[in-house]
Structure formats: structure tokens, C-alpha cells
């Protein structure tokens, strides 16, 4: 999608990775600030949910929801979250005990949070550019 | 001519992406996004796309529920984060794959894999007959045989002397400069007409086998032209 600003450049968060987002969007910024935007829109729902069916104990649907939020991370460049979500959805059977999650979905939830500041800052950043 | 699709995905970002690729494209035109299974069942039920793009894990009903349930054969590429649809997606005849998020480049690619299905017409220049895809099949018609070709909006209908009816993808512009140009004329912007089969004309009608067909003003001297009037 490239067009947008082309002599400017851009310094990301380091866990962004800078690959993924040029492939997908060249170097037009203005639509990255966004496609941020739409991200955090739909962000707290979506883990809202990952949280409710943790709660409830129940695997298929906490799994659907991982499921959902995981594409979210790969938009922007978060790739490392989308893996994390993939290998968590493949813990998620419905014949292993709950207990055998705490742990990685603990590490998940607090990745989830520190996820969406990181997405908060760089839409920050985005418009403060595309501003400029 | 563009094809036409809905986007069947409840992710707002990807769904937005999915409609930026389409424009960017200049060969998609979105008709609509859904982001569940009823609503975009409720369009299909009183609408008909060339393409879905279907997201396949959606709350209440699966993408491959709404296949089950719509009366048409659309092109379909699911938009998917999983891999392991690949036997449904072989049992419902799906196109393409596209993973989530897919680049541009891929996007166009996965369009490449729909295309020479949507070429719903073949002909050769100067031949007396030709070819189109009704029915989930090619069927030839001599040029003899069509009385005339009507627009009924994305689709056209051959009417035969036969008096066979045979709808398909296109367009009157499309088909325009692709039928011989020997035996057929456009009249008006929904008909094309076959001018061997012509019986009569009066005021801005044509008379072909008891159908009647207008004449628009802005054709009427090419018809005029092509009519062997003494």
C-alpha cells in the first residue's frame, strides 16, 4: 500500500518486527496509524473474552478466543505475540487438565496487557509523524 | 469487468485490509462485509457475488455453515489464521487460502487462482459459434442460433430459437466486442440483438420470434445501417 509518506522514516518498537509491516504496508503510514487505531478498538473485547473463559474453566472456548485475538498481532508486527497465541492454542486440548494452562496462560496475559501498550505508544507515534 | 464479492470476517482490521487489497486492485468491487453467518445469508438469500472472502471461525455459525446454505456457487478464498481446514476447504471446492495477515502481493495472487473461471465467454474472431459457461458447464451456440442476448444486471440471458434461455456472468459492454460483429448489433444498452432473426420493426421496437426488443435512440441509426432496406 504504498501510498503514503516516502522520505521520512519511521523508528518502531523493537518487538515490532519492521519485515512484517513493510511487507504488508510498504511504507505508507498513514494507513498504519490506522490500522493501530482499528486494533485498539476491538483490542479490549477481544482479550476481555480470552479473560472470561479463562475464568470459567472453559478450554474450547478459551482456545476460540486466542484463537481470534492471534491474526490482531501479526497486523502489527507483533509477531512474536502471534506465535505465543498459536502455541497456547495448541496446549488448549480439551482432555488435558486446566491446571497444565496456569502458567502459560499467565505468561500470555501479562504478554496481552504489555501488548497493548506497546500498540497505544506506536499509534501514538504514528500520529505525531504523520502530523509532522 | 470487475468482480463482484462480500467479505464474511468479524475481525474489523482484517476486514478493512481485505477492502483496502479490493480497491488497490482496481478488480474487486466489495458489495458488502458481514461479521457473521446470518447477515451475510440474509444478503446472499436476495443477491448473488462472483467471490466470497469468508473467514471460517465466527461466533454462532462457521463459514462453512453459510456455504451450506446458499443457493449459488460463488468462488470462495477463505481468510483463515489456522491451517487445518484443508479438507473442508477441498470438500467445498474452495479457491485459495489466504492466512492472516496475507500481503498484497499474495492477495493478488490468490485472485489469479479465480480468474479463468470468471472468463465466461470464448470466442474466436470470424467463427460461427460460440462458447459460454451456463450451468456449471460450456455449452456451444451457433451464432444462428441466439435470437438475442439481454442484460439482467451482473449476468446476461442467450435466448435461442430453440427457445432455450441460458444465463451467465457478463456484461452487454463485455459481450459487445466479443460476438461476431457480422451477425449482431447492440440496439440498447440491456440487449444485444441477432439481425438475421429480426422480423419486424415499429416506432422503437424490434419483432424477434414474437419477442419484443427496444431500440434506444442513441442506436437506432446503427440499426437503420445494418438493416437491408430497400
Known sequence: MNTGITNKSFIFNE??????????????????????????????????????QYDSHNIPALKA?????????????????????QQFEDNCQPSSPFDMLVNNYNALKNNLIS???????????LELFNSQ | MK???????????AANYLMKCCEKSGQVESKGHFVNVPDALHFLNENTVDLIFLDVEMP??????????????PKVILT???KDYAYNAFQYNVSDYLMKPFTYQRFLESLQKIKPSQETISTRSGSDHI???????????????????????????????DNK????????????????????????????????KIDDMRENILFIKGNEIPVSKANKADVFKRLNIV
Request: hydrophobic share 40%; charged share 25%.
Open chain 1, 15 to 52: 518487538k515490532i518486527n519492521v519485515q512484517c509491516i513493510n511487507d504488508l504496508y510498504g511504507n505508507d503510514y498513514i494507513y498504519l496509524e490506522e490500522v493501530f487505531g482499528t486494533v485498539l478498538n476491538e483490542y479490549g473485547t477481544l482479550i476481555e473474552n480470552i479473560f472470561e
Open chain 1, 65 to 85: 478466543a486466542v484463537h481470534k485475538i492471534k491474526p490482531i498481532f501479526g497486523f502489527v508486527g507483533l509477531i512474536s505475540m502471534q506465535h505465543q497465541c
Open chain 1, 115 to 125: 501488548s497493548k501498550s506497546i500498540i497505544e505508544e506506536e499509534k501514538g507515534k
Open chain 2, 3 to 13: 468482480i463482484s464479492c462480500i467479505i464474511v470476517e468479524d475481525l474489523q482490521v
Open chain 2, 60 to 73: 454462532g455459525a462457521s463459514g462453512f455453515e453459510l456455504l451450506d446454505q446458499i443457493a449459488f456457487s
Open chain 2, 80 to 82: 483463515t489464521s489456522k
Open chain 2, 131 to 161: 462458447y459460454i459457461k451456463a450451468d456449471g458447464k460450456l455449452v456451444r451456440l451457433n451464432n444462428d442460433s441466439i435470437l438475442y442476448i439481454e442484460s439482467m444486471g451482473d449476468y446476461v440471458k442467450f435466448v435461442t430459437s
Open chain 2, 165 to 196: 434461455k441460458y444465463i451467465t456472468h457478463n456484461t452487454i459492454k463485455n459481450l459487445e466486442e466479443k460476438v461476431s460483429k457480422q451477425h449482431f448489433l447492440k440496439v440498447h444498452r440491456s440487449f444485444i440483438v441477432n439481425l438475421h
